[in-house]
């Protein structure tokens, strides 16, 4: 009984996780590291920088649940996560974050004193990104700055130098403004709750056609800077086919995502990532 028992706690604390959602932001922080680098690192340095991030995301899921556990307790699409519904309390949530942070911590200590350093940056952007939708439409900027970190910490783990950081610009503007377009088509999906409770996400503020509006201008601009990243940075004729890939990908979400949001973030945007690591690593 008692394994029983703890075989779905860990179940439950796998899905608060999510896990899998890295997906979006690990292609991201290692084209950080192959952007610098020209060639894969170290066994030791590839395992150290691939515990940090998960510690980093894991630690800001687990931040953005806890904070917003009253709102997604009211949000049918979310009520069934597991501290709106008490398979998990705010002390379970509060010792993932704990671990999460620890190996965060550690993991950039052991890659560079600069690492650990610079390391409050990004939990200072997860920890605010959750409350920014009760006062402001730009909350989805957050999102995007706070998701910049991983390339600029991928680069970072390799140079650990600030020296030569215009090096990552690109990759740096590409993520903010690619993180911050799709996270305006998420939350497309939330629009008429975030405006009975008061939330500013930009559909709630302005409707669902004039936010993704927005959002494809920003994948727009996301996109040329990829573009100037490759006539800059990247410029082999394979690496070319992969920004044309891209650039295809971009162009289907925004046909489908007012019909299926869902898909054109989740999947869509997991493909993207990895097709920017590979528009790096060939052009490199």
Sequence with gaps: MTVMLMKHRLQHYASFIKL?????????????????????????????????????????MGLNRLIDAEIDARNPRTQGRELPRGVLQRWDAWLIIGCAGFL??????????????LSPIPVALFALYPYLKRFTALA????????????????????????HIREVSWLWLFSMLWV??????????DEAFDRAEGLHSLPACFGKRPALRIAALLHAAAFA???????????????LVWLVAIGALFIWQHLIAARRPAFAFFQLNGIIGFLVFGLIVVGR
């Design 20 to 60: 899998e959602h890295t997906i979006f932001s690990l292609p991201l922080i290692f084209a950080g590291v192959v952007l610098h680098a020209h060639r894969w690192p170290s066994a030791q340095l590839t395992g150290l920088i691939l515990l940090a991030a998960i510690g980093g995301r894991v630690m800001a």
């Design 104 to 117: 965060y911590l550690v993991s950039a200590a052991a890659i560079a004193p600069i690492c650990v350093w």
């Design 140 to 163: 989805h900027l957050g999102l995007g700055l706070a998701w910049s970190m991983g390339p600029l910490g991928g680069w970072l783990a390799t140079t650990q130098s600030l020296d």
């Design 180 to 189: 911050t377009g799709f996270d305006m088509i998420y939350a497309t999906m």
């Design 225 to 239: 800077s990829l573009c100037l990243m490759w006539l800059k940075q990247l410029r082999t004729d394979i690496s």
